[in-house]
Structures are given as structure tokens and as C-alpha cells.
T-cell receptor, first 112, second 114 residues
Framework: AQSVTQPDIHITVSEGASLELRCNYSYGATPYLFWYVQSPGQGLQLLLKYFSGDTLVQGIKGFEAEFKRSQSSFNLRKPSVHWSDAAEYFCAVAEYGNKLVFGAGTILRVKS | EPEVTQTPSHQVTQMGQEVILRCVPISNHLYFYWYRQILGQKVEFLVSFYNNEISEKSEIFDDQFSVERPDGSNFTLKIRSTKLEDSAMYFC????????????FGPGTRLTVL
């Protein structure tokens, strides 16, 4: 069965600093990978996705993620964090056509 | 931009009562999902629905749960007899067709069972 691990429960970064949120997955075939963001009291917004092709994918709000098959990772990055990026971030994997399996989430705090 | 909507945003109910959570998926989407997130825990898959029938369900989705697409726009989740442990945020999601894997989520319904 697929699984997703987000090893960091909380991360605090200073505004303007770079950010990397880690995600490792367990899946036998080529995974379909996603990052979602959830602001307090809000739903899940899709940041970016990877299906195939270029392993570096660009998303909304200046986020990018890199798929590394050898490391079973799909880490999310942003070169310069803004205070409005404070939220909870979820990595997810999907088998084609089926359910999403989510990681436990990483709460990002941004300090000014 | 089209979006998934959910009503109500917050539902409070007494244990043992029935609740119906409503969702309006994006209009041309064909696949529908319910997920839940217990406070402080990860988002969990409940059920997927396509062509007017359940295509997959999780162990959580027991006989107390049912889903329905009563008309061309709504997608509902019914919990027949709520338990305290059903308190959670329930998210509806929809997907356009079999050629895409991007699910779009609604804002959620927070269910509180007292």
C-alpha cells in the first residue's frame, strides 16, 4: 500500500529565508505526487503536482518541488518565504484514478 | 474559476443523530470523493464515487456511512447515527475524468458530535 512520510511536524523559518519541506513516499509504480496547502479554517489548495516528465515542477505562489526517484522523495521548496505562507502543507500520492494518500502534514510558521 | 462548494460550513449534532453533509462538485467533473480530517491528524480517504456507484471505500466507511448523488449537481455524505469519534472536518473533492489525477477540494464541513 502507498504511504507518505513527512518527517517534520513543525518548521519555523524567518521571512525571506528559503524553505524546504520534506516528503518521502512508498509506492511500487510511478507515483502521482501532489503538494496541497491548508490555511487555518480553509480547505486544501493544490500547490503543484508531478505525473511524469521534468522532475522539477513549478507551482503556484512561487513554490517548486523536485521528484527524486532514487530517494523516493518529493520535497517542496521556496526560495524566499513570505508571512502569508504560514499554513499546513500536505504531501500526497495517488494511484492513477484512485484515492489520495496524505502525509501527516508539516506546519510552517514564519517569523518576522 | 469553478470550485467545489460544501454546506454547511459547521454542523453540530447530538450523538446518535443523522447528519447529511452536502457538496456541489465542479460541474463537468465525473469523479467524486469524501475525505475526513480528525483534529490534529492526517487527511484520510473515505470513499470515491463514479457513475452513480461507489468505486472504492476505506475501512472507515462502514454501514453508518452512505453517499448519494441525488441530482445532477449535489453529492452528499450521510452518517446515519453519529458517534463522538465522527467529529472531524469532512472534505469533498472532485476530479474531471479518468485522464487526470488532480482532485479539487472544497472548503470542508466541520462536524462536531456532542
Amino acid at each position: 500500500a502507498q504511504s507518505v512520510t513527512q518527517p517534520d511536524i513543525h518548521i519555523t523559518v524567518s521571512e525571506g529565508a528559503s524553505l524546504e519541506l520534506r516528503c518521502n513516499y512508498s509506492y511500487g509504480a510511478t507515483p502521482y505526487l501532489f503538494w496541497y496547502v491548508q490555511s487555518p479554517g480553509q480547505g486544501l489548495q493544490l500547490l503543484l503536482k508531478y505525473f511524469s516528465g521534468d522532475t522539477l515542477v513549478q507551482g503556484i505562489k512561487g513554490f517548486e518541488a523536485e521528484f527524486k526517484r532514487s530517494q523516493s522523495s518529493f520535497n517542496l521548496r521556496k526560495p524566499s518565504v513570505h508571512w502569508s505562507d504560514a499554513a499546513e502543507y500536505f504531501c500526497a500520492v495517488a494511484e492513477y484514478g484512485n484515492k489520495l494518500v496524505f502525509g501527516a502534514g508539516t506546519i510552517l510558521r514564519v517569523k518576522s | 474559476e469553478p470550485e467545489v462548494t460544501q454546506t454547511p460550513s459547521h454542523q453540530v449534532t447530538q450523538m446518535g443523530q443523522e447528519v447529511i453533509l452536502r457538496c456541489v462538485p465542479i460541474s463537468n467533473h465525473l469523479y467524486f470523493y469524501w475525505y475526513r480530517q480528525i483534529l490534529g491528524q492526517k487527511v484520510e480517504f473515505l470513499v470515491s464515487f463514479y457513475n452513480n456507484e461507489i468505486s472504492e471505500k476505506s475501512e472507515i466507511f462502514d454501514d453508518q456511512f452512505s453517499v448519494e448523488r441525488p441530482d445532477g449537481s449535489n453529492f452528499t455524505l450521510k452518517i446515519r447515527s453519529t458517534k463522538l469519534e465522527d467529529s472531524a472536518m469532512y472534505f469533498c473533492a472532485s476530479k474531471e475524468d479518468s485522464h487526470t489525477d488532480t482532485q479539487y477540494f472544497g472548503p470542508g464541513t466541520r462536524l462536531t458530535v456532542l
